[in-house]
């Protein structure tokens, strides 16, 4: 079976990606199109009940859940033409990344503080911004 786009650069993100976890390499087909180039992935704050992740792609900004009875979802999603940027902001506890829109709109996700993390985060608001950019 050939691989697609959006797994071969998926997998290639997943080398690259310094954190302790690495997502599945199902990610892509349930998330993104198969024609898409993902640049890289954030696994955010781990809650009770799912497996969050920020996923860059060409095409835009992905936010998915896993979650054990649905399987991977999108929770949110903001289209390249739409990004304005990104931010990070470090909490307490937490750190988080702010995903804005040309429409006012966006979301935000948590992440945790590992130095591993927070610089990984850092590096996807650059990314993030540069997509911005790049209309």
């Known amino acids: 079976m050939a691989w697609t786009q959006a797994r ?26 198969s024609d898409e180039t993902v640049y890289e992935y954030l696994i955010c704050t781990e809650k009770a009940s799912y497996f969050p992740v920020l996923v860059v792609t060409n095409r835009g900004i992905v936010y998915t859940e896993y979650k054990t009875i649905r ?8 289209p390249a033409q739409a990004v304005a940027g990104a931010a ?10 702010h995903v804005y829109q040309h429409d006012g709109g966006g979301f935000s996700v948590k992440t945790r503080l590992g130095e ?20």
Do not use: C
Request: proline share 6%; net charge positive; hydrophobic share 40%.
């Open 8 to 33: 071969q650069t998926f997998i290639d993100a997943r080398l690259r990606n310094p954190q302790s976890l690495p997502a599945p390499v199902s990610l892509p087909e349930r998330v993104v199109g």
């Open 71 to 78: 399987g991977w979802r999108v929770a949110e999603h903001v």
């Open 88 to 97: 990070y902001e470090k909490r307490w506890i937490t750190g988080r990344i």
């Open 116 to 135: 591993e993390n927070v610089e990984w985060a850092m590096h996807l608001v650059d990314l993030m911004n540069r997509l911005s950019t790049a209309r």
